[in-house]
């Protein structure tokens, strides 16, 4: 599986951003596809996640209320909406795939996800 992160770019804060992921490659019936960020020297954090079953699993408290995950399954692509983006969102934000439907708390971690993406910077100014 190969993922393509873009979409990233710099914005103003209170500005909005979707970012696309497409997957490419062996792709399996039931996957999860995940988005992760990285601010500089700071750990790679979860962001949001969705399976292909349907329904999204959960936000970071960081990002609820201003960020929206949604995929598209016959194109194998994954999007978030950014809205009332703050300088703190700043980071590169990586997509991620689990041939699996993750349980919610598995979702969360790095460790559960197979491939990654290479990350799409955000940078978003005050």
């Known amino acids: 599986v190969q993922l393509q992160a873009f979409g990233g770019g710099s914005v103003q804060a209170g500005g909005s951003l979707r970012l696309s992921c497409a997957a490419s490659?062996?792709?399996?019936?039931?996957?999860?596809m995940g988005w992760f960020r990285q601010a500089p020297g700071k750990e790679r954090e979860f962001v949001t996640a969705a399976r292909s079953s349907g329904g999204s699993i959960s936000y970071a408290d960081s990002v609820k209320g201003r960020f929206t995950i949604s995929r598209d399954n016959a194109k194998k692509a994954m999007y978030l909406q950014m809205n009332s983006l703050k300088p703190e969102d700043t980071a590169a934000y990586y997509c991620?795939?689990?041939?699996?439907?993750?349980?919610?708390?598995?979702?969360?971690?790095?460790?559960?996800?197979?491939?990654w993406g290479q990350g799409t910077e955000l940078t978003v100014s005050s």
């Open positions: 490659g062996r792709t399996f019936s039931g996957y999860t």
């Open positions: 991620a795939y689990a041939p699996r439907l993750l349980i919610t708390s598995s979702s969360y971690t790095k460790e559960a996800y197979d491939y």
